[in-house]
């Protein structure tokens, strides 16, 4: 009797911390919604922009840190880079349907293959012509969504991780972007806070890093004023004629 009232007590007592838990992680996860429709994350538009897109292409997918944090829900995502080591990261994450080590300008996909294809921090790693080749290429693959983010103009950027693929090679413009039926946001906070590699410019960067979200609010609606430039079709009746 004594045994089975202390096994009870044990039970009570592990329920309570799970509820603890249950109603803690909630909180969290309340808050954690709540900072970032505040001060919205680089996910956060790119996942608003996917919305209700299953199936995704992820060129130049890197080590696959955007994409752990997109893909909460399991979609099918088929990510593609072309330096193997972050392939290898991808790979440990496992948020990646499936892995493609290759170069973007030979690879070929079927018309309308993916809901949505995405090129995040990839068309300034090319020269002009051939990223307006990509351009045509995502637009060719996607069914409802093309979606891409770049630098506001040109940013010097070298080589790191010792990835020979991170230099950039052209800078584009809301200008040119909407000229591909694009509609701009800005990303990234005010653009003089920000240089190489996206890191703030100065001292204190912590504090200069929560200025340029706070500006993340405004630049969001005038891309011109943005370190970034998130640029999303979405595709009409006449574009998915054009590829057929």
Avoid at 110 to 135: C, R
Avoid at 139 to 165: C, M, S
Wanted: some cysteine.
């Amino acid at each position: 009797m004594i045994d089975t009232l202390t096994s009870n007590q044990t039970s009570t007592r592990n329920h309570g911390k799970a509820d603890q838990s249950f109603y803690g992680n909630r909180v969290r996860s309340n808050i954690s919604k709540m900072y970032e429709k505040i001060f919205p994350t680089r996910a956060y538009p790119i996942r608003q922009a996917l919305s209700g897109c299953q199936s995704i292409l992820d060129i130049g997918c890197g080590p696959g840190d955007l994409m752990a944090e997109l893909n909460k829900e399991g979609f099918y995502a088929v990510g593609i880079d072309l330096f193997k080591p972050y392939l290898r990261l991808s790979k440990e994450k496992n948020v990646y349907t499936e892995l493609v080590m290759g170069d973007i300008e030979t690879l070929e996909f079927k018309p309308k293959s993916f809901d949505a294809v995405m090129a995040i921090g990839i068309i300034e790693h090319l020269e002009k012509n051939k990223g307006t080749l990509l351009i045509n290429k995502m637009k060719k693959w996607a069914r409802k969504r093309v979606l891409l983010i770049t630098p506001n103009g040109y940013v010097t950027q070298h080589v790191y991780d010792e990835n020979p693929f991170q230099i950039h090679k052209s800078g584009w413009t809301t200008k040119e972007l909407k000229a591909f039926g694009f509609r701009a946001h800005g990303m990234g906070g005010l653009y003089f806070l920000k240089g190489e590699k996206a890191e703030v410019r100065f001292k204190p960067k912590i504090l200069w890093e929560v200025f340029s979200e706070i500006t993340q609010k405004i630049t969001y609606w005038y891309p011109n004023s943005a370190f970034e430039l998130l640029c999303v079709k979405t595709l009409t009746c006449e574009d998915l004629w054009l590829v057929t």
